[in-house]
């Protein structure tokens, strides 16, 4: 064993990304499972001190509940460390980490058309400023993940106040750095097990702090272990963290490697969580799901920085990969530019494109929250055997947010809070929902507002007015873009297409007969509430999805301007106290006006407020009112738009608006409505692309015993349903092959029984579908409901047969007499 002293302790650190190495390594350093809290054990006198300062530190460091997001947490730090680098306390904090960016590095600001997506950041090595290193550790279901950065750096005495302390507030009065509460990265300790921090300061680049961070089995006299970092007693007893003098040269952290560029640390703290555990993301790195190259562009959704994920586990074929968030991924599709990411991303394009719209949410005075959506089609090779033909995705947005969830809300890029479909279903936009993103950016929101919008654990939002009113908002966006019902239209007929006919009359009278039985009634569409006169509840007014034009207008340099003037409302805006209306002005200003702030919006009286603005851009602009709280029905009064010259000149248009008490529908409880439905077979073979959009979870090209596994299923389409079956279901085909073979008389009447029980189960499940936006995965609802249906599907095989061979039966008795 070589001689124990701190340089060869720290180099077999460095030196494995093994989780049992490291234990090895402790164990000939003389620790043992009996120490306890601050007893030195081995030759060095090394300790172990609680993380923190605090031994009851375990349910601090144990709220997460997803390693991805803890991780996330860790590269966030590492930006902070890159901006603090740039930082001079000579001169004043910039406002916000955005600012800081811009200012220092040159980020441009996100916006309508700007963003990191238009930053050469790569011609001064900006994306190589911040590395996260996945490394091959004891198991493949837990990697070894490091973080590093050539930022600030730590200080060896300052490690105790900063990288290891909870909750100390150091970055609470650094307005220019992203974390506040000095917790988030701490979150990591729980899924690993162990974690090692080396970190070499700015300007003091030949002093090397660090030390190893691990659960402390206690005896039994507490009633938790506790997180305890490494340490040893320094001068006048205090407490120190390891610390090794070295000269100003890079320090190699990995084995050299030709096929990829690794970080070295010349200056700042490189962050290794051995065996970090992080199921259903330990894939190869890919656009799609099940791996962290896609969820890093995610939940990083528009970052302050790129950065590189490098993937060493295999050395012979090594990954390195820029991570630039979902949202620059999009924009350079709406750019047209080339594409990051492999095949899967580059078989991308962009149907539709909404720019960012600034919301004002509840409890704010100005637009604060940006809202902006893609509708992203993404078409993947077919199986090899059929020709290897273009399919579309059946969830195209699953490569830039999470399945099921394509509602993102980011604080300076990082995702804490996303909503389900549940929003999309109500419109009318359910295929929709599987191709869209929508991007709430809330970064400029007050401090305020964001308590009351996100947790503090950045892991969701809260419900309550302040989301409530950013959806109103986001809803009417929805429901006036005519757009998305063209493209929605275009996707269902991609299904309702019928490859022979409809399904059968007397199939659809058993089903339909069913469902009467069930408590359904005929003739309308419909659910739970319908029209009557029982209750009185407010809605707001149905949308008629007006069309929006896109296409600019003529504009003049800045500052030529000859018209400007309000084209909606006139003459009046008519707005129900519990709704949202637009001002639509048109003009022939350059979109410099705006941007100095010489456009303006006023009520006389100051009856409604501002909801939302969308930049001018175009010779369009639009301002989104509501009526105050304190408005009452029947207040009139005008609008005023104003457009200020730099000589002082003032163009101005109005329109009036009258406040009207809130929408009512008056509602009864009464029957579910049967929708229109049809019955359809299906299989991946004959129809690859229909089968990947009612089943996007097993490709066509999937293996045979898992196409055999999914029985039928219920897809929403225009004002119905459609149930689709699969003909090479397991129990079914069998079943099918037996009659044909020994009695093909029996054909018809058991596909007719199997598709009468298959659709009555079908309707019902999907009219009975959770609807729900915050507290049910998506998916784990789809799965549910898929064992359901094939749990009843094997049991109607079964029936289906015997129904069809007792008519048999009857029929050859009645004609025998």
Not at 260 to 267: F, M, T
Not at 323 to 343: F, I, P, T
Not at 601 to 616: F, G, I, M, V, W
Not at 730 to 743: E, W
Request: glycine residues 8%; aromatic residues 8%; contains cysteine.
């Amino acid at each position: 064993m070589p001689d124990q002293n701190l340089e060869n302790l720290f180099r077999a650190f460095q030196g494995t990304t093994s989780s049992n190495d490291v234990k090895s390594i402790l164990e000939e350093y003389g620790d043992r499972p009996e120490i306890g809290v601050d007893q030195k054990f081995g030759e060095l006198g090394l300790m172990w001190h609680p993380y923190g300062d605090n031994v009851s530190n375990i349910s601090t460091i144990g709220l997460a509940r997803d390693p991805g997001r803890s991780l996330i947490e860790r590269i966030t730090n590492a930006f902070d460390a890159v901006l603090d680098e740039r930082f001079d306390p000579s001169f004043s904090s910039p406002s916000n980490p955005r600012v800081a960016a811009k200012n220092w590095f040159g980020r441009p600001m996100s916006g309508p058309d700007d963003g990191l997506f238009k930053w050469r950041y790569a011609d001064y090595g900006y994306d190589r400023r911040v590395h996260v290193v996945i490394s091959s550790s004891d198991s493949e279901y837990a990697p070894t993940i490091d973080v590093v950065d050539d930022g600030i750096g730590i200080r060896p005495e300052d490690f105790p106040t900063t990288i290891l302390s909870l909750q100390s507030g150091n970055k609470i009065r650094k307005p220019h750095l992203i974390g506040a509460f000095g917790q988030g990265g701490s979150s990591t300790l729980g899924f690993c097990d162990y974690v090692l921090i080396v970190s070499r300061p700015k300007g003091s680049v030949h002093s090397v702090g660090f030390t190893l961070i691990r659960v402390l089995r206690l005896d039994e006299t507490y009633k938790e272990d506790a997180y305890a970092y490494l340490c040893l007693q320094g001068p006048s007893e205090k407490l120190q963290v390891p610390t090794l003098n070295r000269d100003d040269s890079q320090l190699d952290l990995y084995p050299t490697t030709g096929s990829v560029k690794l970080p070295a640390l010349r200056q700042g703290t490189l962050v290794r969580h051995y065996s970090y555990r992080i199921p259903k993301l330990q894939g190869s790195l890919a656009p799609a799901p099940g791996n962290l190259y896609h969820y890093l562009h995610y939940f990083l959704f528009d970052p302050l920085f790129p950065f590189r994920l490098i993937d060493i586990r295999e050395p012979a074929t090594a990954r390195d990969e820029r991570v630039s968030g979902s949202r620059n991924r999009l924009m350079r599709l709406v750019q047209k530019a080339d594409v990051e990411g492999g095949e899967e991303e580059r078989g991308s394009q962009i149907r539709h494109h909404r720019p960012m719209e600034y919301v004002v949410p509840y409890g704010a005075i100005e637009p604060c929250v940006g809202i902006e959506y893609w509708v992203v089609l993404n078409y993947r090779k077919g199986p090899a055997d059929r020709g290897g033909i273009l399919i579309l995705r059946g969830d195209s947005n699953e490569l830039y947010v999470q399945k099921g969830h394509p509602v993102a809300a980011s604080v300076n890029g990082q995702t804490q809070g996303e909503l389900t479909a549940r929003i999309l279903q109500p419109l009318g936009l359910s295929m929709i929902a599987r191709h869209i993103v929508i991007h709430m950016d809330a970064t400029g929101v007050s401090k305020d507002i964001r308590r009351e919008l996100f947790a503090t654990t950045r892991e969701g939002f809260k419900e309550g007015r302040v989301l409530e009113s950013l959806l109103k908002v986001l809803e009417q966006m929805l429901a006036e873009d005519k757009v998305l019902l063209e493209i929605e239209a275009e996707l269902t007929s991609k299904l309702a297409t019928r490859e022979a006919q409809g399904t059968k009359d007397e199939v659809r009278r058993q089903v339909t007969k069913l469902l009467l039985e069930a408590g359904f009634r005929v003739s309308e569409v419909g659910k739970g509430l319908g029209p009557g006169d029982t209750e009185a509840i407010p809605v707001p007014p149905k949308r008629t999805g007006r069309p929006l034009s896109f296409d600019p207008l003529p504009t003049l340099p800045f500052p030529q301007v000859t018209k400007f003037s309000i084209v909606t409302p006139k003459p009046k805006m008519n707005i129900p106290t519990n709704d949202v209306q637009v001002v639509l002005v048109e003009t022939d200003a350059d979109a410099e006006f705006d941007r100095q702030g010489r456009i303006a919006l006023r009520c006389e009286p100051d009856s409604l407020e501002l909801a939302a603005k969308s930049p001018l851009r175009g010779g369009r602009m639009r301002w989104r009112l509501r009526p105050r709280e304190t408005a009452q029905p029947g207040t009139a009064g005008k609008i005023v738009v104003t457009l200020t010259e730099p000589d002082g000149t003032q163009l101005a248009d109005s329109t009036y608006f009258e406040v009207l008490p809130a929408h009512e529908e008056r509602v009864k409880v009464e029957k579910t409505l049967i929708p229109p439905f049809e019955i359809f077979p299906i299989d991946p073979f004959g129809n690859p692309e229909k089968w990947s959009i009612v089943w996007p979870d097993v490709p066509p090209d999937a293996e045979e015993k898992i196409l055999r596994s999914v029985a039928y299923k219920p897809v929403p389409v225009k004002d119905g349903v459609n149930v689709y079956y699969s003909t090479i279901f397991g129990p079914f085909k069998d079943a099918i092959d037996r009659t044909q073979r020994d009695a093909p008389a029996m054909l018809e009447l058991f596909t007719n029984n199997y598709e009468v029980w298959i659709g009555y189960h079908a309707i019902l499940q999907h009219n009975e579908r959770p609807n729900n936006a915050f507290d049910i995965d998506e998916s784990t609802i789809d799965r549910i409901l898929e064992d359901d249906r094939t749990r009843v599907a094997r049991l109607q095989v079964k029936e289906a047969a015997q129904n069809a061979e007792l008519a048999l039966r009857l029929i050859r008795e009645t004609k025998a007499e």
